[in-house]
Every structure is written in structure tokens, then in C-alpha cells.
């Protein structure tokens, strides 16, 4: 069930020469294109040395249709894992579904339990975490450099990256045109958003307090995009989410996977009611704002990856739509 709410109501190696991009406010060393590797599913994997976080990166990238050619691009971020028990590339048809499309997309691989952060301080166990000024200063400069882009950008992410896309538009206005939400949880400062939060970070054994401070700090409010949603009037808005109710990817004959399968049955009913809960939560928000978001509320399904490939192909046509004229 579509809904929307108008103004009134995620091989070998060759290295290249590196593009080096100086980041104000990062270490003295700048970031960089350090590596390239071309992938068989059409590919290109790059490692990127990022100068806020003193690491590199690996990065995924989907060259647009026409390489020769400017093009926007699509940030697609992973959910709590980063990326590293499955990602975009791994769980959906995006290499084939975006062949045509004249648009490069980018997927990081990393971040787990992060929140695509920029953290307080260093955690024990996820080190230095410092996402956010990697994804919205170092890495768009590299890759419009790199991939001839337009500098016009949108960003979609899973589950705790649903959160994520929100963030990033507030912390760089204007960096992105649209941001797409799928199975998200935005609201986080409220006392379930702090529950969720620390619960998704300590599932990778981090420390919550290490990214916002203690739940009183005012860090926990100025990052929550529930609270300053006015703050994105202007960009398109895309969100969706089942309702935990097994639907037609949750069919048992036709999953490869059993164990994989039981795991989606028994966390992902509770994973996405959930979620449905928050969505529905956010768009009163927004109509209460007069901000017009797309959402797509569906009757069933889990937070699983074939409905979020189905929220992909959804909600491409308002990406477009904000890219403009490629």
C-alpha cells in the first residue's frame, strides 16, 4: 500500500595513480584513492584511505551505463553487519538493475554497529569511528573526481543505515537531493530510540556512550533526524517497511538457505514490526511539518533483502526524478 504524504496532509588488483582530496578538520595526510580492483559482477572495488579515520576503506562501486559520460551518484549503505555477512552486491540484483542507468552507485563496506557515525570517542572494540565525515567529505570528492560525477547525490540505506541517511543529510545540507529509508528506525533520542540504538551497537560489542555520550547528553537529541526534521524540508524522501507478517519472500520452499531462513523468521518478524512502528511514527512527523515524503507500507513482510531490493526498484524513479535531467 502506496502512501504519500503531500504538503498538505548493502580479480586483480591494479593500482592507479592515487587522487588525493585534503579534508578540513582531518589529519595532516590527505584521503585518497590508494587501490582499484575489477570485480566479476561488473565492479570495481577501491580502497580508500580515509585521513578522518587513519584506515582504508573498501569501497563498491557501479559504474554508470555510459562511463564516459558525467553522472549522478547513489550512496547505498549496509545495514549493522557494514556489509560484511552480505551486501548490496551479494544480496540483490543491483549490478544487473542499475546496467542501464546512467548513474554511478557507491557502496562502502564497513561501519558495523557505527551508525555511519562520526563517534566521540574511540571504542575498545570498533576503534576509531569517524563515518560521517568519511561519507559526506572525503568520499564525494573522490568519486566525482574518479567517475566523472555531476556532484548531484542521493543515499539509501537498510535497517540501521535507514537511520544513517537521515544523519548524514543533517550533518551536510545540500550534499544529497533525496535519501531513501528502508526498514529504518529514524526516531532515536526518545526513550525506545535509545534502546534500539544501544541494542544495535552493542550487538557488535560497542559502547553507545562512546558515540553520543550518556543518555542525557544533548548529543543523543541533535543527532536524532525525528527531532530536527524540519531540517530537511527540500529534500525528496523516500520510506518503507512491512509489518513483520512472513509475506512472499518468506516462502520456505523457495529459500537456498534453512538456517538462514529460520534466522529471518525469527528476527525478522520482530526486527520489521518494529520498524513499521517507527515509520509510521516518522511520517506523522513529517505531515505534521508539511514535508512530503513518498512511503511505501506494506501489508506483510520481514526485514529481510528481497524486500529491500524491492524497495530499491521502488523508490529509483524519485531519485531520478531529483537527479534531474543526467
Not at 112 to 127: E, K, V
Not at 144 to 172: C, P, W, Y
Amino acid at each position: 500500500m502506496r502512501h504519500r504524504v503531500t504538503r498538505c496532509a548493502g580479480l586483480l588488483a591494479v593500482v592507479i595513480a592515487s587522487v588525493a582530496v585534503v579534508v578540513p578538520g582531518a589529519n595532516a595526510a590527505s584521503s585518497e584513492i590508494v587501490d582499484q580492483q575489477e570485480m566479476p559482477d561488473r565492479s570495481v572495488e577501491l580502497g580508500v584511505y580515509s585521513a578522518a579515520m587513519d584506515t582504508v576503506n573498501r569501497v563498491r562501486v557501479l559504474r554508470a551505463a555510459d562511463p564516459k559520460k558525467p553522472a549522478p551518484t547513489l550512496y547505498l549503505l549496509n545495514g549493522v553487519s557494514g556489509g560484511s555477512d552480505g551486501n548490496w552486491l551479494d544480496k540483490t540484483d543491483a549490478a544487473d538493475f542499475f546496467r542501464d542507468k546512467q548513474v554511478n552507485v557507491v557502496m562502502p563496506i564497513g561501519g558495523a554497529g557505527s551508525y555511519f557515525a562520526d563517534w566521540r570517542a574511540d571504542d575498545p572494540i570498533l576503534g576509531k569511528q569517524r563515518w560521517s565525515t568519511f561519507l559526506t567529505k572525503e568520499l564525494p570528492t573522490l568519486i566525482d573526481h574518479e567517475f566523472r560525477g555531476t556532484g548531484k547525490n542521493a543515499i539509501a540505506g537498510i535497517s540501521m543505515a535507514g537511520t544513517s541517511v537521515f544523519q548524514l543529510a543533517l550533518r551536510a545540507p545540500g550534499l544529497y537531493r533525496a535519501i531513501g529509508s528502508y526498514s529504518g528506525c529514524v526516531r532515536t533520542s526518545d526513550p525506545n530510540g535509545k534502546m534500539i540504538v544501544n541494542a544495535v551497537v552493542s550487538s557488535r560489542m560497542g559502547n553507545a556512550a562512546n558515540m553520543w555520550g550518556p543518555p542525557s547528553d544533548p548529543a543523543w537529541i541533535a543527532n536524532d533526524p525525528y527531532v530536527n526534521a524540519e531540517q530537511l524540508r527540500g529534500t525528496a524522501i523516500y520510506l518503507s517497511s512491512g509489518t513483520g507478517v512472513p509475506g512472499p519472500h518468506d516462502n520456505p520452499l523457495t529459500q537456498p538457505d534453512p538456517l538462514g531462513f529460520t534466522y529471518q523468521l525469527l528476527l525478522g518478524v520482530s526486527l520489521e514490526a518494529v520498524t513499521n512502528l517507527c515509520t509510521q511514527q516518522l511520517l506523522g512527523r513529517l505531515s505534521q511539518l508539511h514535508i512530503p515524503a513518498t512511503a511505501e507500507l506494506r501489508p506483510n513482510g520481514t526485514h529481510s533483502w528481497a524486500y529491500w531490493q524491492d524497495d530499491l526498484h521502488r523508490s529509483w524513479p524519485l531519485f531520478a526524478d531529483a537527479f534531474g535531467t543526467f
